[in-house]
T-cell receptor, first 112, second 115 residues
Framework: DTEVTQTPKHLVMGMTNKKSLKCEQH?????MYWYKQKAKKPPELMFV???????INESVPSRFSPECPNSSLLNLHLHALQPEDSALYLC???????????FGPGTRLTVL | GEDVEQSLFLSVREGDSSVINCTYT??????LYWYKQEPGAGLQLLTY?????DMKQDQRLTVLLNKKDKHLSLRIADTQTGDSAIYFC???????????????FGTGTQLKVEL
């Protein structure tokens, strides 16, 4: 089983809203990732968690706040977003530091 | 440099072979990957090759790696309409100090399969 699940599938929010994206994997992977993808572009890395600790923050604005409550779950809390933050947000996981990354189906976010 | 380049578009007829190319610049890459993305979907891992290999075959997919020229290709035999998608190559340069690994993605190639 190489499944990564993400909820919700679609999300529309206003600039003053607070919302969260959720990602889950039950493969026993110890590294989890958040990516942002604009249309027709490659994914851009946002955050990396390894063994439930934040290991990489690619200079992401503080209106995006990641959280890893346990080894199977990864959240992305959103607050005061801008319309340019509208994108597909992808979660991925890998067994460990050098292993293959498996992606979820993504959350399509629209900020009005 | 960190650029990974792909041609933007490829159009083939159903039943023909497709060849998608990728060039990268970092010779320290450890693994190279091919991902497929259909409209509105996430990235599906197709195949990968370790940097000390020069070829890998997996059913209709053949990956060729030329380390000297830093060139990677994906050949899809007997291309079907269901193969229409964007294909991304990606390179991994090994583990990050704090854990996890960083992929550098190519620009993506839109494959269109015509009847």
């Amino acid at each position: 089983d190489t499944e990564v699940t993400q909820t919700p599938k679609h999300l529309v929010m206003g600039m003053t809203n607070k919302k969260s994206l959720k990602c889950e994997q039950h493969m026993g992977h110890r590294a989890m990732y958040w990516y942002k993808q604009k249309a027709k572009k490659p994914p851009e890395l946002m955050f990396v968690y390894s063994y439930e600790k934040l290991s990489i923050n690619e200079s992401v604005p503080s209106r995006f706040s990641p959280e890893c409550p346990n080894s199977s779950l990864l959240n992305l809390h959103l607050h005061a977003l801008q319309p340019e933050d509208s994108a597909l947000y992808l979660c991925a996981s890998s067994q460990d530091a050098t292993d293959t990354q498996y992606f979820g189906p993504g959350t399509r976010l629209t900020v009005l | 440099g960190e650029d990974v380049e792909q041609s933007l578009f490829l159009s083939v007829r159903e039943g023909d072979s497709s060849v998608i190319n990728c060039t990268y610049t970092d010779s320290s890459s450890t693994y190279l990957y091919w991902y497929k993305q259909e409209p509105g979907a996430g990235l599906q891992l197709l195949t990968y090759i370790f940097s000390n290999m020069d070829m890998k075959q997996d059913q209709r997919l053949t990956v060729l790696l030329n380390k000297k020229d830093k060139h990677l290709s994906l050949r899809i035999a007997d291309t079907q309409t269901g193969d229409s998608a964007i294909y991304f190559c990606a390179e991994s340069r090994g583990g990050l100090t704090g854990g996890g690994n960083k992929l550098t993605f190519g620009t993506g190639t839109q494959l269109k399969v015509e009847l």
